[in-house]
Nanobody, 124 residues
Framework: QVQLVESGGGLVQAGGSLRLSCAASGRTVRGDVMAWFRQAPGKEREFVAGMLRSGDTSYYADSVKGRFTISRDNAKNTMFLQMNSLKPEDTAVYYC?????????????????WGQGTQVTVSS
């Protein structure tokens, strides 16, 4: 059983930066996929970024391209999301998620394991 724990959320002014971390414990699979999603109040959970365990390719939502960077340290079973040039519309609870396979899916129901979420608030 894999468990995911996010950290690094907080309150930041528009234009600022935050770095989220997601620590995975338990069973890991060479071909796994990890991703970040977010959910703002009254909105559906949406894909932010994802990558394969190999780290060869990353995928981003159009709304965060050029501002956010996903990375992972497989030796430490940790994934990161570096968020720069933050905007008030980035305010949401951010979740990390994992699925077994080789496809970075963009929909929440394709993911098997979820963290508890970390709040990111961007003030204008």
């Amino acid at each position: 059983q894999v468990q995911l724990v996010e950290s690094g959320g907080g309150l930041v002014q528009a234009g600022g930066s935050l770095r989220l971390s997601c620590a995975a414990s338990g069973r890991t699979v060479r071909g796994d996929v990890m991703a970040w999603f977010r959910q703002a109040p009254g909105k559906e959970r949406e894909f932010v970024a994802g990558m394969l365990r190999s780290g060869d390719t990353s995928y981003y939502a159009d709304s965060v391209k050029g501002r956010f960077t996903i990375s992972r340290d497989n030796a430490k079973n940790t994934m990161f999301l570096q968020m720069n040039s933050l905007k008030p519309e980035d305010t949401a609870v951010y979740y990390c998620a994992a699925r077994w396979g080789t496809v970075v899916a963009g929909v929440p129901d394709q993911y098997d394991v979820w963290g508890q979420g970390t709040q990111v608030t961007v003030s204008s």
